[in-house]
């Protein structure tokens, strides 16, 4: 086991708390045995502080056991779960800074109860291999935490790509061409770029990019000149942020620390502000907000005009709607719609609201078609187009069961890297009386009304002409139900 300073207190904090309450003493009854302060104890059982030995020797004798026993790194069976906890991605890669926590709360909630917090670790690590939970499922729902704890706005980033844009005599409205940042990382970086279609490593197609050191840069020549200006950007974050650690490639292969995923979070927001600039896009949504019908084609024109992907200009309306709109009870979700095999499989999420979790739907079950990112892409494969594509639509969701409607954006494209594969967003909004004072086009009578759900298993909807599988999970709960209110009222009936 890896130890380090901390988790060394720790152990022996809860060892000496163990044995002391095994021996029915008191804080009290211990310090008048060893002659050490009440509060000393308590501070080394609590893994603030680390006695000479001497004093581990003075406390050993007191409590009937021995130096090693105390200072030895083994735990007993009721502790041994302690051991995989400072050995697991939670202590080791979890962002606990970030989330304004210190190892040393981590050691107070655990020091209350030892045994207990035990079996509460040895749960969580049956539940993750249940779930087949890996550390890239810990480390990136780590980060949707800690967006969603910022509404997805983070202001030093959006600062940071404001000055390079002032440092570089870049006007708000001005774009930034692919040239300019290739020679941004050239010139002032020393880094050369190539583009590559990675024909000669099939298996290496479907990355965007690979960095296989700071001053060299592949990117996959089958992008759209827009994806490949985010990833010049997105280099240059690298660079101006001073973040060395990183992932070497994108998408991931392997994700392996919270730094690397943090870091790419970091360079991938300050690219986006970078070429959709806060200031101006607050202007020009401001101005599209005040319409009463949904303009879809006007949201179309500003990704023209910011020269921007769906994915980018969406997600980019995902940080700035929550903070400068009060949009809070928001959505995103990106959709990647398999046409060989009819799958959809969500790639990427984003949820500020209570009301659904994308990410707990088991495998196997069935997003739900009448989503309109889902539908959007169903109509989109219909049409066999061979063209690059791109639509945008608008619907009011209502999630069955729980009486609450969001307004969704969906914009769906076309093939990308020359794979069989489409994709879909949704930007989705709670229909409240925030959203109703700052959208004029949010009852616009055009948008479609449909009641949704999270996937066909769990739907109860009798007449949905989308239905792609039965509401096995539904039923399953409904026979439950049933089965215990039927016990209830024999018991009543037999009282």
Request: with cysteine; hydrophobic share 35%; charged share 25%.
């Amino acid at each position: 086991m890896e130890i380090n300073s901390e988790s060394l207190r720790f152990i022996l904090g809860v060892k000496i708390k163990q044995f002391r309450l095994t021996a029915g003493f008191s804080l009290k009854q211990l310090s008048e045995k060893t002659g050490l302060s009440i509060s000393y104890l308590s501070e080394i059982e609590k893994g603030k502080k680390y006695p000479k030995p001497e004093k581990i020797v003075q406390i050993a004798y007191a409590l009937n056991r021995t130096f090693d026993e105390l200072v030895s790194l083994q735990l007993d069976d009721d502790l041994n779960p302690l051991s995989a906890l400072l050995n697991s991605p939670v202590l080791k890669d979890f962002p606990l800074k970030q989330f304004g926590i210190g190892l040393a709360d981590i050691f107070d909630l655990v020091n209350d109860s030892p045994s207990k917090a035990g079996a509460f670790v040895r749960t969580l690590l049956e539940i993750s291999r249940g779930y087949d939970m890996n550390v890239e499922h810990f480390l990136l729902a780590s980060l949707r935490s800690y967006q969603k704890m910022h509404l997805n706005y983070f202001e030093e980033l959006e600062a940071a790509a404001h000055d390079f844009r002032l440092q570089n005599r870049i006007a708000e409205s001005s774009g930034i061409g692919q040239s300019w940042l290739e020679a941004m990382l050239r010139d002032e970086f020393q880094c050369t770029i190539h583009y590559d279609d990675f024909s000669g490593s099939p298996e290496l197609q479907p990355l965007r990019s690979i960095c296989p050191s700071p001053k060299q840069l592949w990117i996959n020549s089958k992008l759209l000149p827009q994806q490949k200006k985010f990833i010049l950007a997105r280099e240059i974050g690298y660079r101006i942020l001073k973040l060395k650690v990183r992932a070497e490639t994108s998408s991931w292969i392997k994700v392996e620390t919270f730094e690397q995923v943090f870091n790419h979070f970091k360079v991938s927001y300050f690219a986006g502000a970078l070429l959709i600039p806060e200031k101006q896009i607050i202007k020009d949504l401001s101005h599209w907000l005040t319409h009463d019908t949904f303009q879809g084609d006007a949201l179309s024109k500003l990704m023209s005009q910011y020269d921007a992907t769906p994915e980018m200009f969406l997600y980019r309306m995902s940080q700035l709607m929550p903070t400068h709109f009060g949009l809070s009870k928001m959505h995103y979700m990106r959709l990647n719609h398999q046409l060989d095999n009819n799958d959809f499989r969500i790639t990427k999420e984003l949820n500020l609201t209570n009301v659904f979790t994308p990410r707990s739907i088991g495998p196997g079950e069935h997003h739900c078609r009448r989503w309109a990112a889902t539908a959007g892409l169903k109509n989109l494969a219909d049409q066999k187009s061979t063209q690059e594509l791109v639509q945008v639509s608008a619907q009011r969701s209502t999630f069955v069961g729980q009486d609450k409607t969001f307004f969704n954006i969906a914009v769906v494209r076309s093939k990308s890297l020359g794979e069989n594969t489409n994709t879909g967003m949704t930007l989705g909004f709670l229909i409240n009386d925030q959203f109703k004072n700052k959208a004029a086009f949010w009852n616009d009578a055009s948008v479609p009304n449909s009641d949704v759900n999270e996937t066909c298993e769990r739907c109860p909807l009798t007449d949905c002409e989308s239905r792609a599988s039965t509401p096995t999970i539904h039923d399953s709960l409904e026979r439950k139900n049933s089965r215990e209110r039927a016990l209830q009222d024999f018991i009543d009936g037999h009282k």
